[in-house]
């Protein structure tokens, strides 16, 4: 049995390195980011990885694009939430890279106690922990009504008030898919938020 791959969006690694450099005075409110061409050959990722990280700080009022204007910082107040959100994210994925690398070495006898750990964690909802800073897992049935659907084509985060965190396919669990979360039947999707987000989530999934 292989250790669990546990990856981020390359995009929203991207996104945090921008709006880091923001918050370190790099960029001010008003600045002009440069454009996209510029943006991919520094980073090294194509042109459509850059407009995923434009357009997710877009999304969270960081930065705005006008047609033949380029990026603009618009906020600098928002980037110290965004990046706040975003740490217990990549402080999750450092912490299951380290325990699957030790999983691989110490054999499959560790790997099974893993497991059961995590298992214990994602279980909140069989647990009745319902506080905003515990996952609820979501098992992608035949019976969901939204197969195929993006969490953005959903308005996932405004119907339901949850945030969609991780989504497990097979033996992978990418972390914080952001709006290009696709529903797709079989895979698990690990949401945050509280028990009404929960129920508007399995509501606008499943009816």
Known sequence: MKAKKVTMALYRQIAIDIAKNIAAGKYVQGDKLFGRSVLASHYRVSPE???KAVFLLKDVGILQTEKGSGVEVVSTEKVEQFLKQNEGINTLATLKKELDDWAEEHG???RDILDKVQFAVTQTQQNQISTPLNPFEIKITPQCTVLGKTAD???FWHLTGATIIAVRHGEE???SPGPYATICQGDSIYI???AASYTAAMKLLFE
């Open 173 to 175: 669990l990418t972390l």
């Open 49 to 51: 990885t850059i407009r």
């Open 108 to 110: 499959r006898q560790i």
């Open 153 to 155: 084509e959903l308005q």
């Open 192 to 194: 945050v938020g509280d």
